[in-house]
């Protein structure tokens, strides 16, 4: 019964925490097949694969020291932000190298970090809530450890993996080589710093004291990355309203459709007008995204073709969007 409880206070929070990432990509939503195995890689490849190699890098320092505290810091500090961070990292790497077509935008690097992390941080909640908390404190442990792992500290991976995000993207949307090639390793460092700083701040302090420190500057570096963010989900309004405005002006769309795709609520209420409408919305982000793509990239991987794909059916779907 414990292990079921674990396993539903480990998941559930996570999943739905991965469904208010997924809402905050508001004018072009990544396909949900690839968040779902961003998902899934977080959960088995980047849990288990660190799981692993954590415990093997802990037994190798203490057997070489000695010591057990010489061990239980150096996988803290050192050993499962780096070991970590590179296995989440990675599925943000493959995204970016296979499917590069849906990595446009800075805000899609924070999605697939945040969405990877989260699964990542959904097997590791299981664990601690299972074994730190009910094997040694009982079921009073257990739900002490689903406050700390849900609320307490329950962002912390998605923060520390949208760095790497962040820095494919620049990648990806930047035409200067030297940036291309140092900014996903300047995104990288920056997830094992901020990963490292965290396992390592509060144990220094000790006990709720350090808990509280740690918290309190935990939460300050979330408000920034929320506040980034929503400037980020700005920032592409803007993209739509440049790119659809020709659109609007050829008459493809009619200016209240204009105004509701330039709406960062819209995504969330067109459904309720039917899949047309909905998929109207979506296909108008997806279009100002591709023209964006075409303007900085060029006829990259067929952009024309798609654009005038998306304009067909725009065109299409037009008469029966509200």
């Known amino acids: 019964m414990a292990l079921i409880v674990s396993l539903f206070f480990g998941f559930v929070p996570m999943f739905m925490f991965a469904v208010f990432v997924y809402w905050l990509d508001r004018y072009e939503k990544e396909p949900k097949a690839l968040l779902g195995a961003a998902f899934f890689w977080g959960v088995v490849v980047a849990a288990g694969g660190a799981f692993i190699i954590n415990t093997a890098f802990g037994y190798g320092i203490y057997i070489f020291t000695g010591s057990e505290v010489a061990a239980d810091v150096g996988t803290t500090s050192i050993v499962a932000p780096l070991v970590e ?11 970016f190298f296979m499917f590069y077509k849906e990595f446009d935008s800075i805000l899609d690097g924070i999605i697939y970090g945040g969405i990877v992390a989260l699964g990542f941080a959904a097997t590791e909640n299981t664990l601690y809530i299972f074994r730190n908390g009910y094997q040694e404190g009982g079921w009073g442990g257990l739900f002490l450890l689903v406050f700390i792992r849900v609320v307490i500290v329950g962002w912390q991976h998605p923060f520390y993996t949208a760095f790497t995000g962040i820095g494919f993207a620049i990648a990806r949307t930047n035409k200067n080589l030297f940036i291309k090639l140092i900014a996903p390793l300047i995104g990288f460092g920056v997830a094992v710093t901020t990963h490292a700083f965290h396992n390592t701040f509060g144990g220094l302090i000790g006990g709720f004291s350090g808990l509280a420190a740690g918290t309190f500057i935990d939460w300050i570096g979330w408000s920034f990355m929320l506040g980034f963010i929503l400037w980020m989900i700005n920032n592409e309004r803007n993209l ?15 200016p209240p459709q204009y105004q509701k795709a330039l709406s960062p609520w819209n995504m969330t209420t067109a459904g309720l007008h039917g899949k047309s409408t909905a998929r109207f919305y979506q296909v108008c982000g997806e279009l100002a995204h591709k023209k964006e793509q075409l303007a900085k990239h060029g006829d990259e991987g067929g952009n024309l073709t798609a654009v005038d794909k998306l304009r067909a ?3 299409w779907l037009s008469p029966q969007a509200n």
Do not use: Q
């Open 313 to 315: 059916e725009l065109a």
């Open 85 to 95: 961070e590179f296995l989440k990292g990675l599925a943000v790497a493959i995204v």
């Open 240 to 254: 739509v309203k440049h790119h659809l405005h020709s659109e609007m002006l050829s008459g493809l769309i009619t």
